[in-house]
């Protein structure tokens, strides 16, 4: 395998996007380390924001649950959380929909409630841009409520939505009876042996800043919010430990994979990506092309990736750290699979 054309991929790619920092970690299905590339100061112990990454761990929180019997597919969210408090959260056409909502329609993003952070009037993001501050799972459910459903809950289509995680995070402190830092903690990361991973609970706590592709901004009320939905600090090195753990099951029970990939196109911000239970899926090349590569996992809107091809047997992790563009994560997987395509191809 040619390391060198990998490296010179990624410093071009660093350079043409003017990425302050960036790492990459790439391991075959076997463990051993094809390679890991770096740039500015960040290391395999280095910590950042995992953003929506973090919703890998609530999904493994999520599937332990329903191996010992706490959770069902099917429960519906008002037997976890108070009706009262979650009256009209999904609407349509003036009728409540929110008591239909199951853990499933969560898991798999077909709940069909509202993405407050790119739908106008509230729009989050350009809000995050000018100030920080906090808001919980109370706001969320206000803002998600002012807004209309935008399709029935169990609907063969699917809408990504922060709100569903953080209601996935709040029935697991409510089965638990601990806070979603603890959880995670106690049933992921002591299990894994893993020490620098963790859900943010606090503004005080160790928050790296954000780069925005013009300057580093500090967000700590903002990721101290995130909760289940986007709360998670990992560094490369124990996001490779974790998503091994994911997608060979030591976390919960391997049958788990035979219902959570079932995959429905996001909407069209997120194109090209599917949605199954808690992960995301993302295939390369001609849509009609056989045994195109694809790779499962999660991205975050920091730049943060965890993903898995299974067409190669490859692990990817690491960050692109632009939150600006955080669609680079992305383009710099393709990158590294093509190339890592090709090399297997001569090899077979």
């Known amino acids: 395998m ?7 991929l990624f410093q071009n790619f660093v350079a043409r996007h003017k990425l302050p920092r960036a790492i990459i970690s790439l391991q075959k ?6 390679a890991q590339f770096q740039h500015g100061e960040i290391t395999k112990d280095s910590l950042f924001l995992l953003a929506s990454v973090t919703k890998l761990w609530i999904t493994t929180l999520v599937l332990q649950l329903i191996d010992s019997k706490k959770l069902d597919y099917d429960n519906i969210v008002t037997d976890f959380i108070p009706k009262e408090k979650l009256i009209n959260l999904h609407h349509i056409l003036g009728n409540d929909q929110t008591e239909f909502i ?12 509202a993405n407050i952070f790119y739908e106008e009037p509230i729009s989050l993001r350009k809000r995050i841009a000018n100030e920080d501050f906090s808001y919980d799972l109370e706001d969320m459910i206000t803002w998600v409520g002012e807004l209309e459903g935008h399709f029935v809950p169990g609907s063969q289509q699917a809408y990504y939505a922060d709100i569903n995680f953080m209601l996935l995070g709040v029935i697991i402190e409510s089965i638990y009876k601990l806070s979603l830092d603890d959880c995670v903690d106690r049933y992921i990361m002591e299990p894994l042996g893993l020490k620098h991973s963790y859900i943010v609970s606090s503004e005080y706590g160790k928050i790296p800043p954000l780069f925005t592709g013009k300057e580093y901004i500090e967000r700590p009320k903002i990721v101290a919010s995130g909760h289940g939905a986007g709360g998670g600090i990992s560094t490369t090195e124990d996001l490779m430990g974790f998503i091994r753990a994911f997608i060979e099951g030591k976390l919960f029970s391997k049958k788990h994979w035979q219902d959570i990939q079932e995959y429905y196109p996001l909407q069209g911000d997120y ?42 047997d490859i692990y990817l992790t ?4 632009n ?21 297997y191809r001569k090899l077979s």
């Open 318 to 321: 690491g960050t692109t750290d």
């Open 2 to 8: 040619n390391d060198e054309n990998l490296n010179h």
């Open 271 to 312: 194109a090209p990506v599917e949605y199954g239970g808690g992960h995301m899926k993302i295939s390369m090349g001609q849509f009609n092309k056989e045994n195109r590569l694809s790779f499962i996992g999660h991205s975050g809107i920091s730049g943060a990736f965890a993903f898995y091809c299974p067409q190669l």
């Open 29 to 34: 299905g076997n463990g051993e380390d094809i």
């Open 102 to 113: 199951t853990i499933k329609d969560l898991l798999f993003q077909r709940s069909g409630l």
């Open 323 to 343: 939150v600006g563009k955080s669609e680079l994560c992305i383009q710099l997987i393709y990158l590294m699979l093509f190339e890592l395509e090709k090399t």
